[in-house]
């Protein structure tokens, strides 16, 4: 076991490896995207690319400039924006991330319960009106872009009800410091939270009732329902329980994919400073080294969830274990 | 009963006429393949819509006037809120052809764009799976098939893409060709064309079917039927045609739809960003970008995009579904990550 955990670590960095130079390449060594004439503006003459270039460290070779590149944002934490050069940009990015938690911690807890809930209860009445109903108000869902929901939350709840008794609690947007005001932060993320997580409680749900009805239909529940067990028993404690094991899989990999940046849509649509919008205004003015720092970040959180779950994955299952 | 009658009856259909019957019976899969021929059959008329309205959806028409009921109401009107300096455009007339859904800010008929929208994000959703499914076919195919050093860097490679957040990864091949455009070898794409969102989206989803493919390429490469013609001395690409691509050939179709929807809302999602279609083009996503500044005065600009983007991602996972338990019950595909 030591060995797969092993194994499974050394993977692990081999990707972060490869992810940190593919995103270094993308950005300064695709062809024609040169970052100086982007620093330097449009019509900018040679003297001043030339200029641009020797100040910012561009005219060095680039695997000295991953190199440099590297160890400004792991190890001395000093990169600077180029747009506003005083502004370091691992500390701001540092800054977003309670921002980027709450928001995905909280839409989490709600799409755990209601995914788990409508996929229990729509196996239970497996082939009734309700589990119909509960699956087709899922795939809708699914199908919804995030951004456009949350664009018809806030025309509901910030400006057409806003007035009315349903709505005249919610704050304008933007994001208060749980710290400072527990109850501003709680009441100006809770649409945030549901939009997030209405797309995940309908894949969960779905996803889950799938399993339970494959689940219900193996050796081990024939013979709990000949041992006379009742059928809430058998579906709770027998058939869930196999079925919870995809389940978590699933949620550390949507789990990493949000607070790696996923959540960047929702971020912007309701004005939270979190990673994803930290990124997002770095794309308007195209700021590099923040686009990079946030994407590098990004994409290592997804990596460690993603090892995470294997490793509680070769915790869990006993045969996994033995080979 | 004789054996002669059991050898007739045995006579089944081939599995392709046995998976469209058994779609044919499946009615909501068969509503929502309806579902989105009429919405392909209504984008692909937007041309004709914009000349029957005589508007042009892609120049701003700010001294535009619309006529109703024998009045001609200017297309901007003056703002009635505040100051009263701004202008608004008009809201939706309810009246097909003459400004049905509103004006956006540039005093373009919404309708018109809406269609011609339409049409972008199917067209760039169709074109995006094309090439997902063929580049991610042809590395799961040989990474399965030829194992060794090739399935090592290839499954490498997909690792690294696969860890990659698709947005991120999307946004960050984005902002450096938007702007720039891309040159590889002989293949030129211009900043600002259609294809390279297409090449964008088409690029990050790869590994979510490749993976798959050479996983199913592998249990395929040690069946007898494989093993059989490797024995006989058939030629590895003949084997790969004739023998491999049917079998994995099903897992592909089963894809076609629910890689279609994804990358409607992958589509959507990055034109939202704007890093996806680049103006005067239009598409779904871009109109609920033009959108965000109205939502609040005039929200059918964003809200009706939206609408259209929900009903053909629905229906495409539907259809999906349907193909799914049409062609392969057993397989366990599902996108949905991020």
């Given at each position: 076991?030591?060995?797969?955990?092993?194994?499974?670590l050394?993977?692990?960095?081999?990707?972060?490896?490869?992810?940190?130079?593919?995103?270094?390449?993308?950005?300064?060594?695709?062809?024609?995207?040169?970052?100086?004439?982007?620093i330097?503006?449009r019509?900018?003459?040679?003297e001043?690319l030339?200029?641009v270039?020797k100040?910012?460290?561009l005219d060095?070779?680039?695997?000295v400039?991953?190199?440099v590149?590297?160890?400004k944002i792991?190890?001395?934490?000093?990169l600077?924006?180029?747009?506003?050069?005083g502004?370091?940009v691992?500390?701001?990015?540092?800054?977003t991330?309670?921002?980027t938690?709450?928001?995905?911690?909280?839409?989490?807890i709600?799409?755990?319960?209601?995914?788990?809930?409508?996929?229990?209860?729509?196996?239970?009445?497996?082939?009734?009106?309700?589990?119909?109903?509960?699956?087709?108000?899922?795939?809708?869902?699914?199908s919804?872009?995030?951004?456009?929901?949350g664009?018809v939350?806030?025309?509901v709840s910030q400006?057409?009800?806003?007035?009315?008794?349903?709505?005249?609690?919610?704050?304008?947007?933007?994001y208060?410091?749980?710290?400072?005001?527990?109850k501003?932060?709680?009441l100006?993320?809770?649409?945030?939270?549901?939009t997030?997580?209405?797309l995940?409680i309908g894949?969960?749900g779905?996803?889950?009732?799938?399993?339970?009805?494959?689940?219900?239909?193996?050796?081990?529940?024939?013979?709990?329902?000949?041992?006379?067990?009742?059928?809430?028993?058998?579906?709770?404690r027998?058939?869930?329980?196999t079925?919870l094991?995809?389940?978590?899989?699933?949620?550390g990999?949507d789990?990493?994919a949000?607070?790696?940046?996923?959540?960047?849509?929702t971020?912007?649509?309701f004005?939270?400073?979190?990673v994803?919008?930290?990124?997002?205004d770095?794309?308007?003015?195209?700021?590099l080294?923040?686009?990079?720092?946030t994407?590098?970040y990004?994409?290592?959180?997804?990596?460690m969830?993603?090892?995470?779950v294997?490793?509680?994955?070769?915790?869990?299952?006993?045969?996994?274990?033995a080979s | 009963?004789?054996?002669?009658t059991i050898a007739?009856?045995?006579?089944?259909?081939?599995p392709?006429?046995?998976?469209?019957?058994?779609l044919?019976?499946?009615?909501?899969?068969?509503a929502?393949?309806?579902?989105?021929?009429?919405?392909?059959?209504?984008?692909?008329?937007?041309?004709?819509?914009a000349s029957?309205?005589?508007v042009?959806?892609?120049?701003?028409?700010?001294?535009?006037?619309?006529?109703?009921d024998?009045n001609a109401?200017?297309?901007?009107?003056q703002?009635?809120e505040?100051?009263?300096?701004?202008?608004?455009?008009?809201?939706?007339?309810?009246?097909?052809?003459?400004?049905?859904?509103?004006?956006?800010?540039?005093?373009?008929?919404?309708m018109?764009?809406?269609?011609?929208?339409?049409l972008?994000?199917?067209?760039?959703?169709g074109a995006?799976?094309?090439l997902?499914?063929?580049?991610?076919?042809?590395?799961?195919?040989a990474?399965?098939?030829?194992?060794g050093?090739?399935?090592?860097?290839?499954?490498?490679?997909?690792?690294?893409?696969?860890?990659?957040?698709?947005?991120?990864?999307a946004?960050?091949?984005?902002?450096v060709l938007?702007?720039h455009?891309?040159?590889?070898?002989p293949?030129?794409i211009e900043?600002?064309?259609?294809?390279?969102p297409?090449?964008?989206?088409?690029?990050v989803?790869?590994?979510?079917?490749?993976?798959?493919i050479?996983?199913?390429v592998l249990?395929l490469?040690?069946s007898?039927?494989?093993?059989?013609a490797?024995?006989?001395?058939?030629?590895?690409?003949?084997?790969?045609l004739?023998?491999?691509l049917?079998?994995?050939?099903t897992?592909?179709?089963?894809?076609?739809?629910?890689m279609?929807a994804?990358?409607?809302?992958?589509?959507?999602?990055?034109?939202?960003l704007?890093?996806?279609?680049q103006?005067?083009d239009?598409?779904?996503?871009s109109?609920?970008?033009?959108g965000?500044?109205?939502?609040?005065?005039r929200?059918?600009v964003?809200?009706a995009?939206g609408?259209?983007?929900?009903?053909?991602?629905l229906?495409?996972?539907?259809?999906?579904?349907?193909?799914?338990d049409?062609?392969d019950p057993?397989?366990?595909?599902r996108?949905?990550?991020?």
């Open positions: 076991m030591l060995l797969a955990l092993l194994q499974r050394g993977q692990m960095l081999f990707v972060m490896l490869g992810i940190s130079m593919l995103v270094f390449l993308i950005f300064f060594a695709t062809p024609g995207a040169d970052p100086a004439s982007r330097a503006g019509g900018a003459s040679p001043i030339e200029a270039r100040s910012f460290g060095q070779p680039f695997y400039q991953y190199f590149m590297m160890k792991f190890i001395t934490g000093d600077t924006s180029f747009v506003n050069r502004w370091k691992v500390p701001a990015v540092l800054d991330i309670p921002v938690l709450s928001l995905v911690i909280g839409a989490a709600l799409w755990v319960i209601f995914g788990m809930l409508i996929g229990i209860v729509a196996a239970a009445t497996r082939g009734s009106w309700l589990d119909k109903l509960l699956m087709i108000l899922g795939l809708i869902g699914i919804m872009p995030v951004f456009w929901l664009e939350m806030n025309l400006s057409r009800f806003h007035d009315t008794w349903m709505f005249s609690w919610v704050p304008p947007l933007g208060k410091n749980l710290s400072d005001d527990p501003g932060w709680f100006t993320l809770i649409i945030p939270w549901i997030l997580a209405i995940y894949l969960y779905r996803v889950l009732r799938a399993s339970l009805i494959e689940a219900l239909q193996e050796d081990y529940i024939r013979t709990a329902r000949a041992k006379g067990l009742s059928e809430t028993r058998i579906l709770l027998h058939a869930l329980r079925s094991i995809s389940f978590v899989t699933l949620f990999l789990f990493g949000l607070v790696g940046g996923s959540a960047l849509l971020e912007v649509v004005n939270l400073q979190g994803g919008k930290l990124t997002y770095a794309l308007q003015n195209l700021d080294p923040i686009i990079m720092t994407v590098m990004a994409s290592f959180f997804v990596v969830a993603n090892a995470l294997d490793v509680v994955y070769i915790l869990l299952d006993p045969r996994v274990r | 009963m004789t054996a002669e007739t009856r045995r006579v089944s259909r081939g392709w006429a046995t998976a469209v019957r058994r044919a019976r499946d009615r909501a899969g068969m929502a393949l309806l579902l989105f021929m009429v919405i392909l059959i209504i984008c692909l008329l937007a041309p004709v819509y029957w309205a005589g042009d959806p892609f120049t701003s028409t700010l001294d535009a006037t619309v006529t109703i024998g109401i200017p297309v901007m009107e703002s009635t505040g100051l009263g300096l701004g202008y608004n455009p008009i809201g939706p007339t309810w009246r097909l052809g003459s400004y049905f859904l509103g004006a956006d800010n540039q005093g373009r008929d919404v018109a764009r809406l269609l011609y929208g339409g972008t994000s199917l067209l760039i959703a995006a799976t094309l997902t499914l063929t580049l991610a076919t042809v590395l799961g195919l990474a399965g098939f030829f194992g050093l090739t399935d090592i860097i290839l499954s490498r490679i997909l690792d690294i893409l696969w860890a990659f957040p698709v947005y991120l990864l946004i960050s091949l984005s902002i938007i702007t455009g891309i040159a590889i070898g293949i030129t900043s600002g064309s259609l294809w390279l297409i090449f964008i989206i088409g690029i989803y790869i590994p979510y079917v490749a993976r798959p050479r996983g199913q249990s490469r040690e007898e039927f494989v093993l059989a490797i024995g006989l001395g058939v030629p590895s690409h003949r084997i790969l004739r023998d491999i049917p079998n994995v050939s897992t592909l179709i089963v894809f076609v739809p629910l279609m994804l990358n409607m809302l992958t589509e959507s999602a990055l034109s939202f704007s890093i996806g279609v103006p005067p239009a598409s779904w996503g109109i609920i970008q033009d965000q500044g109205l939502l609040y005065s929200p059918w964003a809200m995009p609408i259209a983007i929900v009903l053909c991602v229906a495409l996972n539907v259809l999906g579904d349907g193909l799914r049409a062609l057993r397989s366990k595909i996108l949905g990550r991020g």
